[in-house]
DNA sequence: ATCCTACAATAGACTTTGTCTAAGTCAATC
DNA sequence: GATTGACTTAGACAAAGTCTATTGTAGGAT
């Protein structure tokens, strides 16, 4: 039923009940949950998981490449099971709503030799903030 | 002395030594401090001023404009004094320094209404990583 | 110059987010 | 089905930040 559990299968990750759970609330689009709320929702399927036990699984996720951190508010960091397309983020300012986005154009190319300092540039994050149509509306 | 100083004096701000001390501390180009760093340094020269002052005054000094928030790592929010002049970061992956860029172009455009999802969009956070020259050495 | 008062600063408890450890449990293999 | 090393657990700990009740003070009024 899921890609990421097959994916992770696939690599011969050792299978047990709390790393499915995890894996299982992680799937989907526009998925961006905190630890936190991984743990709230994976309590519900399977009540003695702890955070430890969620907190080890998500780092080992992102370690192998299959979930994504993300820092849009600067409050927890979220998890992005998305990891496969490059992509970046739209977030509402007021209710924290957060959706995958496709920019066209290549910021990267963008940034002139003068603007980089003698680094060694590798990765650019894009994050669009805005209203949601929801919090517009009230 | 200070820019920052003479612009809150402008507008009235109730002037202490703290919030002098924390206005001096952050007056500069490409300073990207924590609220513990910020805290570490008004000790010095203000012994007895106390934490709660320090994210009192940067709160502040964020609400009137006169500083940005920056979450570019995914640990303490930092603290930007250049927020007239608007900019993007980039990072240094392995020490975190971080330089102020500007980039060319305008990725507000580049974000289609069909990737818009009926937001109001009204602002981009563009966060470049790397290698600074030192750690791309080691 | 002194007094007042509203605003600012303080200490420290509290919350949230995340990490670590020592001991117990279990999935995969033999 | 026994073994074993990786996984999980509870709870202590740490870092970053917020809140509150009390004390202090900048700056206007007198």
Redesign the interface.
Known sequence: MSDLLERLRGRGWRMTAQRRVVAEVLNGDHVHLTADEVHARAVVRLPEISRATVYNTLGELVSLGEVL?V?T??RA?RYDPNAHRPHHH?V??QCGAI?D?????N??A???DS???????????????????NC?AA
């Open positions: 951190e820092a508010d600067k960091k739209l509402c300012a959706k986005v496709h920019p066209d154009g910021p990267l963008d940034l002139p603007e980089r300092f003698g680094y060694t540039v590798s990765n650019v994050e894009v994050t669009y903030r805005g209203l949601c149509p517009a």
